[in-house]
């Protein structure tokens, strides 16, 4: 990094304008020309800005600070303990402004974007992105390389998929570039094909992992192949080649349990739920969601999806009692929920069948009419919008409203060309 983009970002950093920063020492005009290395100024002027900025020029990057930051950027990218991601963070924080290089420094707030995002502080990761745009015209390849990809985590967790996929080709397209590990560039193909399968790609999903896969066997990254498979047997699934999908999720699951990951293990247990619901085999879906709703040591959405999804497979074999009492404990469970627009579609499914098994029909109706079924088209969830156009459908047919049956029934088969054409 040169030293006027260098001298850019402690000036951002400060909150200080080019005028505060310029005056008596060089124009606004001019001092806008150093910091986009549209021109050299003398190192007496140079000295001066530094100066005012409390920073001073160090040619020699500081080889203790460096491994420790490139320490810090490897826990990011893995499954690595909450508090000490933090702790080393706020080490960092308090002494990365202090004369150490300028491509450190610049590559530590590049990292802060992910920083925020493992974290859950979504505000304070768009801020991040939001205040290194201005500068971001004179970052080099591998400084553009993690931007983007940073840039696409940030799009992923907030559930815009296709601008997350810009983002990630974006990366991808600086691999000739850049003298990359291959677990870095494994780490970025899985999470394409996790993107794709997310816009149901299911051709280019299986590309994808199974590219990462490779790379992930020869370098006994266990969890992440487990990861790769779960992708694999998600994909197989969808194209209704179920023995496959079955065995790539067994293999997840065995790596799962090689590792003590119970995390990987609950998530396989929630896909194999899912197949074995889609062919109709709803004794072995409860089954495994079943080993997921007693499993505390995993996040509180996994559990509330595995509640949900029992209520359903209970609802659908008409044991009533056990549906009430998985609403009941999916109710339980939504209470300890801080961000509710995360979980919204947990409160809709939860309330739509507590309101059906209760009979109590004006709420049924009113919840799914006027909030469930437009929160489903607003969202795109085709998948979800067939099962409960259909529940409604049936919900009229046997009330012998035939005329909103049909209304339904036409909105459910729509959805579903429209689902399997995506």
């Not at 990861?227 to 067994?250: E, F, P, T, W």
């Not at 065995?254 to 995390?263: P, S």
């Amino acid at each position: 990094m040169e030293i006027g983009p260098h001298i850019k970002l402690h000036r951002i950093k400060q909150e200080m304008t080019q005028a505060e920063l310029a005056e008596g020492i060089v124009s606004s005009a001019y001092l806008s020309k150093i910091e986009n290395e549209k021109t050299e100024a003398s190192p007496h002027v140079i000295s001066l800005l530094c100066t005012r900025l409390g920073i001073q020029l160090d040619n020699e990057t500081d080889e203790m600070v460096r491994q420790k930051c490139q320490e810090w950027f490897g826990m990011l990218t893995t499954n690595h303990d909450r508090d000490e991601i933090i702790r080393i963070y706020q080490e960092l924080n308090e002494i990365m402004y202090n004369n150490h290089s300028a491509d450190s420094l610049l590559m530590f707030e590049i990292h802060k974007i992910r920083y925020f995002l493992v974290i859950g502080e979504m505000d304070k990761a768009l801020r991040q992105i939001n205040k290194l745009v201005e500068m971001s015209g004179t970052f080099d390849s591998l400084h553009q390389y993690y931007w983007y990809k940073f840039r696409g985590n940030y799009y992923t967790a907030n559930n815009e998929s296709n601008q997350a996929m810009r983002m990630y080709k974006a990366a991808e397209e600086k691999f000739n570039q850049l003298e990359l590990s291959e677990e870095e560039i494994a780490d970025l193909q899985y999470t394409i094909g996790v993107t794709h399968s997310k816009l149901r790609n299911t051709l280019e999903a299986i590309d994808y992992a199974e590219k990462a896969i490779a790379t992930f066997r020869v370098t006994y990254n266990f969890t992440q192949c487990a990861q790769c498979h779960i992708v694999l047997g998600i994909s197989y699934r969808r194209i209704r080649m179920y023995d496959k999908a079955i065995k790539n999720y067994n293999l997840a699951k065995h790596l799962g349990e090689l590792k003590q990951n119970r995390r990987v293990i609950q998530l396989t247990n929630q896909n194999l739920g899912y197949l074995y619901s889609t062919v109709g085999d709803r004794e072995k879906a409860i089954v495994h969601y079943e080993e997921i709703i007693k499993e505390q040591d995993i996040l509180l959405f996994e559990r509330i999806l595995a509640a949900t999804s029992l209520i359903k497979e209970y609802y659908s074999i008409y044991n009533f009692d056990k549906a009430k009492e998985m609403v009941e404990f999916s109710l339980q469970l939504l209470e300890e929920v801080d961000e509710k627009e995360r979980f919204q579609l947990f409160y809709f499914i939860t309330y739509t069948y507590n309101y059906a098994i209760n009979q109590e029909l004006e709420k049924f109706e009113s919840l799914v009419i006027d909030e469930f079924i437009p929160y489903l088209k607003k969202h795109k969830d085709y998948a979800n919008l067939v099962i409960y156009a259909n529940m409604l459908a049936n919900h009229f047919e046997g009330n012998n409203r035939y005329k909103e049956s049909v209304k339904y029934y036409k909105l459910a088969n729509n959805t579903y060309e429209e689902l399997v054409s995506l």
